[in-house]
């Protein structure tokens, strides 16, 4: 067992830190936090490092970056916030979804500008009756022509509003099938008419958004659907463990952060005559929290080499997930503690990291849902 990186994934690791100092720094997080606004300035800086390619394939373009190559962005990007990550990760996943479903004429079409930054892309399946049971969806899509015509109504749809963005609209194609069955992934334009935004008031990832969705009667090209009709499942299948490995590095990078912020803080601060760090509570409590974060790490780096040599995953990767973001949203209560009435101010960054963290274990596969599949996988002897 080799817990090294290769050289080129400490470069990797070491070019990514850099930039994110250097660019997101507390005030512009705070400010983008605050205003709600979303990171462009940033998503410009990883277009230009080759961040967007690093997991496509050199003949479309990208670098082939692996999985491990992957968690290491993930980490290092979710450092300075697990908000800031989703800005990236949905263009990966989507990305990926078209290069693994896509005919050659898409991928050509779509994947060279989402690559260099000309447009975006997000994710939209939920619904106000379809969250872990996307049986309830009720936003449909039927032909009219070569084109398709969807309404409906989805929710939570993370970056949906960015500019120049292209949401992967999940609608159902066929009324009479089980969801599994009958339902297709579109690319719908945000700005196309019939199609009505509006930007969420959320506990937390403020910068990124979470919308909601108004089709009304919103036309879409054929070419626009991915995939097979009726089989937009299986397309949302084919990335699911991709992305709940790669959120669940954002975790584990966010949750460094927010122990490297309580033990800095815990050093610095004097009470009764000595540093927090002095009182055994506070360190003990540190030392949980390291010892969580690093059994994350472990979690995730075996689900991901799991992932890589193509062996079953999904029980490594739900054991992940489902512990990463637990410890994601213990250690920054834990951290909100140690801090005190710093951490609850919203000049410190604690309560950034407390409230995007409480989206975790319900984004991605809710935590009760990780353990009932978990407990599936045991019970039928699969990994
Ligand atoms: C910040 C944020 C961003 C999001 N971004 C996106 C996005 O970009 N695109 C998108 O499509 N969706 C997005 N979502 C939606 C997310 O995928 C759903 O919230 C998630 O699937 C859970 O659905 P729900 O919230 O409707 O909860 P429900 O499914 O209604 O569940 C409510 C509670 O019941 C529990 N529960 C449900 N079923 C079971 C069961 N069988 N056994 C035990 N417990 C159960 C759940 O675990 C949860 O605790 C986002 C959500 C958040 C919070």
Known sequence: MDFEFSEEQVMLRDAVRRT???????????????????????YDAWIQQGLMQMPFPESIGGLGGSVMDMVIIAEELSRKGFDLFTAYSSNVFCGLTLMRKGTAEQQQAWLPPLLDGRLRMSISMSEPDAGSDLSGMRTKARRDGDDWIISGRKLWATGAGARNNFINVYARTNANADYRQGMSLFLVKNDSPGLELKKLDMLG??????????????????DQLIGEVD????????????ERVTSTAGY????????????????????????????QAIAHMLADMQT???????LLWHAAWRLMKGHDALRAISMAKLFGSE???????????ILGAFGYSMEYDMQ????????TTIGAGTSQIQRNLIARLMVSGKM
Request: proline fraction near 4%.
């Open 327 to 337: 410890t994601y949203v213990k250690v920054a209560n834990q951290g909100m503690q």
């Open 252 to 279: 584990c990078g966010a949750a460094q952060s927010v122990v490297d912020m309580a033990l800095d803080y815990a050093k610095d601060r004097r009470q009764f005559g000595k540093p927090l760090v002095e009182n």
């Open 352 to 359: 950034r990291h407390y409230r995007d963290a409480r989206s």
């Open 20 to 42: 994110m100092d250097r660019l997101a720094t507390p005030d512009l997080l705070r400010q983008l936090d605050r205003d709600q606004a979303y990171p462009y300035t940033l």
């Open 205 to 222: 990832r403020r910068s990124v958004g979470t919308y909601e969705l108004h089709f009304d009667d919103v036309r879409v090209p054929g």
């Open 292 to 298: 969580e974060v690093d059994a994350s790490r472990l």
């Open 231 to 242: 089989k937009g499942w299986d397309c949302l299948l084919s990335g699911l463990q991709y």
